[in-house]
C-alpha cells in the first residue's frame, strides 16, 4: 500500500507543473490526486522513512480534545504548530525583541539569523510551558480544526460538536450519506493561523467496516502527507473502536498536491528505498469512546521503518 504514496511522489517529480506559492519557496504541483489504504491489512505508517507516530497521536487527540492552543503538543514535546503561533507572536504588539521576519532575514546572513531565531524560539515555547496568561494568549491559533470538529458556532451562537454528532449516526443511522465533517468555516478562515488543508472528510458504512475519505486541499507531499495518511488512519480506527465496527479502507483525495522545490532530493532518496511490512495499531480496549483516550492507550507494534529524512518546513 505504500507504493501509492510513493507513485504519487514519483508523479509529481515526472509531471508536476512549477508553481509559486504562499512562502514563496515555490512547488512541483499536480491537481487531483487519490490514493486508498486498506486499514485491515496493516496501520499505513510510512516505512521508507520513520514518521514520528508519537506527534500523530498527540496532534490527533488535540483535534479530539477541540483543543486549538499548543501548549498541550508542548507538554507532549510536539513542535509541529509551533512556526505559525510563533510567526504570529513576533508580529504582535507583545513582541520586543530582533526583528524575525523576512525583512530582518534579509539583513542578516542566513547562519547568524538561524542562531537568532532558534534562540526567540525557544524562548517563546518555554513561556507557553510555564506562562498559563501568556500561553492562552500567543499558544492560540485561531478556530482551526479542534475548534471547528467539536466547537462549529452557529449563526444563532450556539455551536455544533460534528464530530459526536458524526459517532452518533455511524450508530444509529450507518446507511447515511451524511456522515460528515467539515474543518472548513470561510467565517473563520481570515482568523486562522493556517486555514486547513484537510478540509473534510465522510465515513462510510459497508459489511460491517468503517471506511473514511478525506478530501484535503493542499498537500505537502513530502512532510505533510505522510502524517495525514496516518492520523485519518487512526481517526478511523478510533471511531471504528467505539462503534463496534472494523476498518476498511481510508481513502485519501488532494487537491493541489505538491513537492516543496526544496524536498525535491529528499523525496528521490525516499523513493530509492525498498518498502517494507506496514506495523500493526492496538488500541486500548476498556477505552469506550473516542474522547477518553489518552497518548498511552494507543500503540504501534512492529514499526521497522528506514531512517528519517530531514526537510525545512515551509511556513
Request: with cysteine.
Given at each position: 500500500?505504500?507504493?501509492?504514496?510513493?507513485?504519487?511522489?514519483r508523479?509529481?517529480?515526472?509531471e508536476?507543473?512549477?508553481?509559486?506559492d504562499?512562502t514563496?519557496?515555490?512547488?512541483?504541483?499536480?491537481?487531483?490526486?487519490?490514493?486508498?489504504?486498506?486499514?485491515?491489512?496493516g496501520?499505513?505508517l510510512l516505512?521508507?522513512?520513520?514518521v514520528?507516530?508519537?506527534?500523530?497521536?498527540?496532534?490527533?487527540?488535540?483535534?479530539?480534545?477541540?483543543?486549538?492552543?499548543?501548549?498541550y503538543?508542548?507538554q507532549?514535546?510536539?513542535?509541529?504548530?509551533?512556526?505559525?503561533?510563533?510567526?504570529?507572536?513576533?508580529?504582535s504588539?507583545?513582541y520586543h525583541?530582533?526583528?524575525?521576519?523576512?525583512?530582518?532575514?534579509r539583513?542578516?546572513?542566513d547562519?547568524?539569523?538561524?542562531?537568532?531565531?532558534?534562540?526567540e524560539?525557544?524562548?517563546?515555547?518555554?513561556?507557553i510551558?510555564?506562562?498559563?496568561?501568556?500561553?492562552?494568549k500567543h499558544?492560540?491559533?485561531?478556530?482551526i480544526y479542534?475548534?471547528?470538529?467539536?466547537?462549529?458556532?452557529?449563526?444563532?451562537?450556539?455551536?455544533?460538536?460534528?464530530?459526536k454528532?458524526?459517532?452518533?449516526?455511524?450508530?444509529?443511522t450507518?446507511?447515511?450519506r451524511?456522515?460528515?465533517?467539515?474543518?472548513?468555516n470561510p467565517?473563520?478562515?481570515?482568523?486562522?493561523?493556517?486555514?486547513?488543508?484537510h478540509?473534510?472528510?465522510?465515513?462510510y458504512?459497508n459489511?460491517?467496516?468503517?471506511?473514511?475519505?478525506?478530501?484535503?486541499?493542499?498537500?505537502?507531499?513530502f512532510?505533510?502527507?505522510?502524517?495525514?495518511?496516518?492520523?485519518?488512519?487512526?481517526?478511523?480506527?478510533?471511531?471504528?473502536?467505539?462503534?463496534?465496527l472494523?476498518?476498511?479502507d481510508?481513502?485519501?483525495t488532494?487537491?493541489?498536491?505538491h513537492?516543496?522545490?526544496?524536498?525535491i532530493?529528499q523525496?528521490?532518496?525516499?523513493?530509492?528505498?525498498?518498502i517494507?511490512?506496514?506495523p500493526?495499531?492496538?488500541?486500548?480496549?476498556?477505552?469506550?469512546?473516542?474522547?477518553d483516550?489518552e497518548?498511552?492507550?494507543?500503540?504501534?507494534?512492529?514499526?521497522?521503518?528506514?531512517?528519517?529524512?530531514?526537510?525545512?518546513?515551509?511556513?
Amino acid at each position: 500500500m505504500e507504493e501509492a504514496y510513493l507513485a504519487l511522489g514519483r508523479k509529481i517529480l515526472d509531471e508536476g507543473h512549477l508553481k509559486e506559492d504562499r512562502t514563496g519557496t515555490g512547488t512541483r504541483s499536480i491537481f487531483g490526486h487519490q490514493m486508498r489504504f486498506d486499514l485491515s491489512k496493516g496501520f499505513p505508517l510510512l516505512t521508507t522513512k520513520r514518521v514520528p507516530f508519537g506527534l500523530i497521536k498527540s496532534e490527533l487527540l488535540w483535534f479530539l480534545n477541540g483543543d486549538t492552543n499548543i501548549r498541550y503538543l508542548l507538554q507532549h514535546n510536539n513542535h509541529i504548530w509551533d512556526e505559525w503561533a510563533f510567526e504570529r507572536y513576533v508580529k504582535s504588539e507583545d513582541y520586543h525583541g530582533p526583528d524575525m521576519t523576512d525583512f530582518g532575514r534579509r539583513v542578516l546572513k542566513d547562519e547568524e539569523f538561524k542562531v537568532r531565531y532558534q534562540k526567540e524560539h525557544q524562548e517563546f515555547c518555554d513561556k507557553i510551558l510555564n506562562d498559563e496568561d501568556f500561553a492562552s494568549k500567543h499558544g492560540e491559533l485561531g478556530n482551526i480544526y479542534g475548534a471547528q470538529w467539536r466547537h462549529w458556532e452557529t449563526k444563532e451562537g450556539d455551536f455544533i460538536d460534528q464530530l459526536k454528532n458524526v459517532i452518533d449516526m455511524i450508530k444509529k443511522t450507518p446507511d447515511s450519506r451524511r456522515l460528515i465533517v467539515s474543518a472548513w468555516n470561510p467565517e473563520d478562515v481570515p482568523s486562522m493561523a493556517l486555514p486547513p488543508c484537510h478540509t473534510m472528510f465522510q465515513f462510510y458504512v459497508n459489511d460491517g467496516k468503517l471506511s473514511c475519505q478525506l478530501y484535503q486541499r493542499s498537500g505537502d507531499v513530502f512532510l505533510g502527507v505522510p502524517f495525514n495518511i496516518a492520523s485519518y488512519a487512526l481517526l478511523t480506527h478510533l471511531i471504528a473502536h467505539e462503534t463496534g465496527l472494523k476498518v476498511g479502507d481510508f481513502v485519501h483525495t488532494i487537491g493541489d498536491a505538491h513537492l516543496y522545490t526544496n524536498h525535491i532530493n529528499q523525496m528521490n532518496e525516499q523513493l530509492s528505498r525498498d518498502i517494507r511490512s506496514f506495523p500493526k495499531l492496538r488500541l486500548n480496549q476498556d477505552k469506550k469512546s473516542v474522547f477518553d483516550f489518552e497518548m498511552e492507550d494507543i500503540v504501534i507494534e512492529g514499526y521497522d521503518p528506514h531512517p528519517a529524512i530531514k526537510a525545512p518546513i515551509a511556513v
